[in-house]
């Protein structure tokens, strides 16, 4: 089994260099099925979401071909609709974009329920809603979501009871190419969502307003393809900004967009922590003690929920008592127990976490439950005194792009290991 060992106490020092942003990749690298022409996508990060949102692609039909480390060459022309295999869609939640893609290219689509991190409940009835506006008939059968357009895709006018990301990204796929025109109120405005409007319309969709929560889409004949270049990882920034405050650092973290940035750098400023902004880095020092804070996650431009457990950990650093409220999920709070198991002090009643900071951190071994509690465990392990063993790390490399190796030119104390796996069996008596 690997693992990521950390000996902590070391003060990050030096810069580190963002990459493409996983929740942009997974959408526009499945969006490219809408066009039967070439496209070629840039600034990809190199982590195992990213290459099994290929690898479906692959099973489907497409020619895939990696132009460079971070580039890669998709043509999906040969894609057959209802070909994406079960065990591989059910690994993540942005599989669920599939449904958007092949009803949008095909009128029809048959795919795997999705998977994804475990924050309780993750419903689908918003993307459905979507769908359905727009004259799909969804059946869901024996584990498959399945979408038929008998009268075709015709625009319509859909109010999202809830701001999901992943319902506005699907009806955007599935509404490009409709007749006539779609109205997406109460949208999502993240970052990535506004990348995957401007690949569409760089491909030659007429999409206006995303970013807003009122989205247009003018449905289009046919898209052509193109070269688009991802934007960078903002939870990825986050993480390193958070890193660097919690170990008392000076880092320079480059390849950013500091807008995308506000609220995690407006809370870490209340924190006390200095962040001085450039054109497409910041850089962030930390000398003093920090100030405990009140943190509610909301869909952006609120503080993010991805970055919830991560601020959890730098919380456990402050003096006094802080409050993290999750405003988006049913349940985040998995990684709790294991801050827990390295001396902090939490308590969580019902969405709120409680966390008395100023206990100091022991390493310990413990387990990544989920991406960001993964990313949240390493920061832990990077302040805590003596040393910090991290399994189940495949959670973490599904979303950080060389996050060990980027830490290490940092000066962190950190490694990744391989241990064989220990298989426990029962005592002969
Ligand atoms: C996307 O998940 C991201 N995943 C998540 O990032 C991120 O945490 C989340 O958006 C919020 O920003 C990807 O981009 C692959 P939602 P998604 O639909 O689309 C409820 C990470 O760490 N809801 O915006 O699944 C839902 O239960 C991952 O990178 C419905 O009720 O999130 C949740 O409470 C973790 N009905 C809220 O909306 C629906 O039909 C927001 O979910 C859909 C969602």
Known sequence: MDKIVIHGGVPLRGNVEISGSKNAALPIIIASILTEDVCVIENLPCINDVSLALDILKH???????????????DTKNVRAGSSPYDLVRRMRGS???LGAEIGRFGHAHVGWPGGCDFGVRPIDQHIKG?????????????YIEATTPNGINGSQVYFDVVSVGATINLILASVMANGNTVIDNAAKEPHIVDLANFLNTCGANITGVGTDVIKIKGVKKLHGCTYAIIPDMIEAGTYMIAAAATKGNVRITNVIPKHLDSITA??????VEIEEHDDSVIVRRKGELNRVNVKTLPYPGFPTDMHPQMTSLLCLAHGVSYVTEGVFENRFKYVDELRRMGASIKVDGKTAIIEGGHPLSGAPVIAVDLRAGAAMIIAGLVATGKTEISEISSIERGYDDIVGKLHSLGANIKKI???????????N
């Open 60 to 74: 489907m039909g497409a020619s895939v071909r990696m132009l460079g480390k971070n580039t890669v060459e998709i």
């Open 96 to 98: 669920s974009y599939l």
């Open 267 to 272: 809370k870490l400023e209340e924190m006390g």
């Open 131 to 143: 769908f359905e506006a727009i004259g799909a008939k969804i059946n869901i059968e024996s584990g």
């Open 418 to 428: 391989q241990e064989p796996d220990t298989i426990y069996l029962p005592k002969a």
